[in-house]
């Protein structure tokens, strides 16, 4: 077998593994751990500080509920409603709007959450790591 023959049977190998993966049984909830977001206005770009902009650390997404929820203590009982705009085999793409506030979301399968806000001459956005809540909980027993 030739290099070249090789290297394209193991493409169409992968080709056929990545494609029966691409069925993820999406769980009820998760948690997510929030990087450092990143502000714009019309000036230009920064790097902030979640402690800055009040934004809690940790949140948890109810993906059957709509809900995006604070975890951490000093945000106790903050939410938002957001609304499922599509639910594929890979990705969830979220929306909502609230206090004049757009936001949107992508959650991965990999669990991976990328979280955009805009308000009027300022938009925000931060990356997240992500994990089903049930596995968080199994994991404290």
Known sequence: MTPRSYFAALI?????????AQTPDWPAAVVCALGEPTTCTPAGCREASLDALDVPRLIRLDLEDGVMHAVTPQHSGRRSN?????????????????????????????????????IEGTTFSVFAVCTDLELVADSAE
Do not use: C, W
Request: hydrophobic share 50%; aromatic share 6%.
């Open 82 to 118: 957001f609304k499922v705009i599509e639910r594929g085999e890979t990705k969830i793409v979220m929306q909502g709007y609230e206090n004049g506030r757009a936001f949107s979301a992508v959650l991965d399968e990999p669990g991976t959450l990328a979280i955009s806000s805009a």
């Open 12 to 20: 169409l190998m992968l080709a056929a593994l990545g494609a029966g």
